[in-house]
């Protein structure tokens, strides 16, 4: 039932802006904290909503995708919230078929093979026509969220996105991709951009339906070496930050975006370098020469091995306190090195968020 959606206006007043602005380099009262993959499967409540339910139909949803969006933080006072969308809605828009298969994953029964398949997708993307839904979920989300915290926005980045097109799914040595950059470069920088065209477009159109700031998934980072990754991946992505803040300029607006290139450690000082306030870090990066790499050019976000959610809530604690000495407590976001898992207890997430807020406040409180 399609119920009344409300347009992008007249939004709540923020109450919560700490995770703003620490993306900023601002001062804060404590570290703000979220989670990637914070509304998932981890959550009981989560698995009764989509029980039964078509993964990509539930993302097509607005209504869902805000119950969906809500309920961690129901549970918890995380300082941010992310919409719950999927990366591949975009390789959908540009008319690909997807289809999340049980026990497998996202699954493309066509992918990509060879150069001329380039000629099956579509060019020019209309973003309101074919990802207008998610928009619609971030504006019914923006107004239902009460201004509680800022909501954030997302994209997958072209290289990963075009990794999934060719392997037809997830893989664990990328071959099928990686063989497209070393036998048809030509072919996939025009892929690469065609994808980087739809990304602006689209990350642009969240922001005007209400996102507070945007993260860029570079997911597929790890498998590109440090060179591959110069032509392949980093182009894109400065791309990406550089055109959305232009036109986000032209109409006044400033959003701090995010980038997590996951594995990346070889080019974390580019990544600092790539018009992105933020850079995300996995949990393999050490804090300390992670701050010292980026020379303080950018807010850091990470990087807890999700794995130390496994242990008990004092070991937590402690984990937490020696991740927030070293990266600091200014310019800097808690999270996680990569996503929830969906075994994980509800209850140690709360005990990370805790422990974060806890340690933070005392050691900004001794500065």
Not at 116 to 121: I, N, S, T, W
Not at 169 to 190: C, D, F, I, V
Not at 199 to 218: C, D, P, R, S, T
Request: proline share 7%; aromatic share 8%; with cysteine.
């Amino acid at each position: 039932s399609e119920c009344f959606l409300p347009s992008p206006k007249d939004f709540p007043q923020l109450k919560n802006d700490t995770f703003l602005r620490a993306a900023r380099g601002e001062e804060t009262e404590h570290v703000p904290v979220w989670c990637m993959r914070q509304a998932g499967r981890y959550l009981p409540e989560f698995r009764e909503s989509r029980a039964g339910k078509d993964f990509f139909e539930t993302c097509q949803s607005p209504e869902a995708c805000c119950e969906l969006t809500l309920q961690p933080l129901r549970r918890f006072p995380f300082d941010a919230a992310i919409i719950f969308s999927d990366i591949l809605v975009v390789p959908q828009a540009m008319g690909m078929d997807v289809q999340m298969v049980a026990g497998k994953g996202p699954t493309f029964p066509e992918p990509l093979k060879e150069p001329e398949d380039l000629q099956r997708l579509q060019v020019k993307v209309d973003t309101d026509k074919e990802l207008g839904y998610v928009f619609r979920a971030i504006t019914l989300t923006r107004h239902k969220i009460e201004g509680k915290v800022p909501l954030i926005g997302f994209s997958g980045a072209p290289w990963t996105l075009m990794s999934y097109m060719i392997e037809g799914g997830g893989s664990n040595t990328h071959s099928k991709a990686k063989r497209w950059l070393y036998q048809h470069p030509e072919a996939s920088h025009m892929l690469l951009k065609m994808l980087t065209d739809v990304i602006v477009e689209y990350l642009l159109g969240q922001v005007a339906a209400g996102a507070q700031a945007l993260q860029v998934f570079e997911s597929h980072a790890g498998i590109l070496g440090p060179a591959e990754f110069k032509e392949f991946s980093l182009p894109y992505l400065r791309d990406i930050a550089r055109r959305v803040k232009d036109k986000l300029k032209e109409a006044g607006q400033d959003v701090p975006m995010i980038v997590f290139a996951k594995d990346a450690h070889y080019a974390l000082e580019e990544l600092s370098q790539s018009n992105y306030e933020v850079v995300g870090l996995d949990w393999t990066i050490d804090p300390l020469s992670a701050r010292e790499r980026t020379g303080g050019k950018v807010s850091l976000q990470g990087n807890m091995d999700p794995c130390a959610l496994y242990a008990p809530k004092e070991r937590i604690s402690d984990i937490v306190k020696k991740m927030l000495e070293g990266f600091g407590t200014r310019g800097y976001i808690a999270n996680l090195g990569h996503g929830v898992y969906p075994d994980m207890e509800p209850e140690n997430i709360g005990a990370f968020v805790e422990a974060v807020h806890q340690h933070s406040k005392q050691m900004i409180k001794q500065i």
